[in-house]
């Protein structure tokens, strides 16, 4: 069972990843239209989600910080540019691919549209975190699990299983993910 981390960052950052929100939205509404990330963006309209795109990055800064790094360089904050995969790289190479939940939610999901893409992503970890909602300062480190891992006891969300997501969504509990201060002596 995971044991959860607390990853809080200030509201400095909480603000900029609310802008960074707002301007990837308003990208993909205009030039970003026809960009190959917008194809892959989902059932759910996440290419026209402010909240959810900066909640995403309010999570990626968590992780920087939990690391030890400065979320202002760590994180990309570039707009209209795909990363390879990676939303992180920690000081000796580990790459990091964060994913973002509110706190109440309880799987840790790759999205159904991008699983023709999770072979040929540059990632090693995929971190966990959860989001309060309300208050965006609070992000909990959910755990990790390596690329292989996470492909091996991945569940496929069929309506009975993964009951609430898109039908072919890939995920695991969020308990299933390993305590997030493993990866850190890890690497």
Wanted: proline share 3%.
């Amino acid at each position: 069972m995971t044991v959860v981390r607390y990853g809080a960052i200030n509201a400095r950052l909480v603000t900029r990843a609310r802008t960074f929100g707002q301007d990837m939205v308003r990208w993909y509404a205009n030039e970003g239209r026809d960009s190959p990330s917008r194809a892959c963006s989902g059932v759910w309209g996440a290419e026209s989600d402010p909240v959810r795109q900066g909640q995403g990055k309010a999570g990626e800064c968590s992780v920087a910080q939990y690391y030890g790094l400065d979320p202002l360089r760590a994180v990309k904050w570039t707009i209209g540019t795909a990363d390879d995969g990676a939303d992180i790289t920690l000081p000796r190479g580990a790459r990091l691919d964060v994913k973002t939940t509110e706190s109440w939610k309880k799987y840790f999901i790759w999205p159904k549209s991008i699983n023709h893409l999770y072979q040929q992503k540059k990632f090693d970890f995929l971190v966990g975190v959860s989001i309060d909602e309300h208050d965006w300062r609070w992000c909990f480190i959910d755990g990790y699990l390596t690329k292989q891992q996470f492909l091996e006891r991945r569940k496929i969300a069929d309506g009975v299983v993964g009951k609430g997501l898109a039908p072919d969504t890939w995920f695991v509990f969020k308990t299933e993910l390993q305590d997030a201060l493993e990866l850190e002596r890890l690497l």
